[in-house]
């Protein structure tokens, strides 16, 4: 679906040139926004960014508009490396996303993950512990902290933070990561509190089992299955959609609903 209020604006997606992160800034960009695509990864960036280019390019041909913009050379899509956990590096991005495209009107905060070994409480260390926190909910914190007094002059914005099916029901994953995606709720959640008088709204995404290149890489048949048998829709997620979701919560239909987490999870979790 198309959001034309999208046309134009700007968008930043932290994470974004990988799985969700990566499909939602291609996704972004076909709806016609300026997207700067964060990540580490110089390589995987320059991927993301010249994927999303080319996608907005052809949906600009279908809708007949120029799509003389829409490549990495013409500045519709960027990429923008740092790491969201260190704040002086969150700033310079913020500058040079400003610099390049204009105001940020749509964070996507969706940089984070686990550590990749979960492990029971008792065994886990502390170090994976702040680890997984750091990257997970600090690191929105941070995100958010840098943005949000631009979005606040010009008394609009829409900020989309990630969190996980883990925050809502007990799964595989480690304790220090369903913490920290939880605590990504609640921090939307006062966000959207705060912030709604000034007319900028927070929500958040919550998906369940999304097949992702790298995981269905790595996930066993045998699992893959039980996982299947979990979710009433009989499929596992895609990227795209989580994508689709953003997209909504990035456009202007969405215009009265802030505080919001949406569940991307095939009828596994209903609230």
């Excluded at 070994?117 to 702040?130: C, F, G, T």
């Excluded at 010009?154 to 969190?163: P, Q």
């Excluded at 007990?170 to 913490?179: C, H, I, K, L």
């Excluded at 009433?232 to 239909?253: E, H, Q, W």
């Amino acid at each position: 679906m198309m959001y034309p209020d999208l046309q134009g604006k700007v968008a930043l997606v932290t994470g974004g040139s990988g799985g969700i992160g990566r499909e939602s800034a291609r996704v972004l960009a076909e709806q016609g926004m300026r997207v700067a695509v964060n990540g580490r990864d110089p390589a995987a960036i320059e991927s993301a960014v010249k994927e999303a280019a080319e996608s907005a390019a052809r949906s600009a041909a279908r809708s007949g508009a120029t799509s003389a913009g829409a490549t990495s050379a013409g500045g519709t899509v960027i990429g923008v490396a740092a790491d969201t956990t260190d704040f002086a590096a969150i700033e310079a991005m913020r500058h040079e996303t400003e610099r390049r495209l204009g105001p940020v009107d749509v964070l996507a905060v969706f940089a984070g993950g686990g550590t990749g070994r979960p492990a029971p409480i008792d065994r886990m260390s502390e170090e994976d512990w702040h680890a997984t926190v750091h990257a997970n909910l600090t690191s929105a914190f941070l995100v958010i902290k840098s943005f949000l007094p631009g979005m606040r002059e010009r008394g609009r914005g829409s900020i989309i933070t990630m969190s996980s099916l883990a925050a809502r029901t007990p799964t595989g994953a480690s304790v220090a990561y369903t913490a920290a995606k939880a605590g990504v709720i609640a921090l939307t959640r006062q966000l959207a509190h705060e912030l709604g008088p000034v007319g900028i709204r927070v929500n958040a995404v919550s998906p369940s089992t999304i097949m992702t290149d790298r995981l269905e890489q790595r996930m066993p048949a045998e699992f893959k299955e039980r996982m299947l048998a979990e979710h009433p829709l009989g499929r596992l997620g895609t990227p795209l959609d989580v994508a689709n979701v953003t997209a909504f919560l990035a456009s202007d239909v969405s215009s009265w609903l802030t505080g919001l987490t949406i569940d991307v999870a095939g009828g596994k979790w209903m609230a």
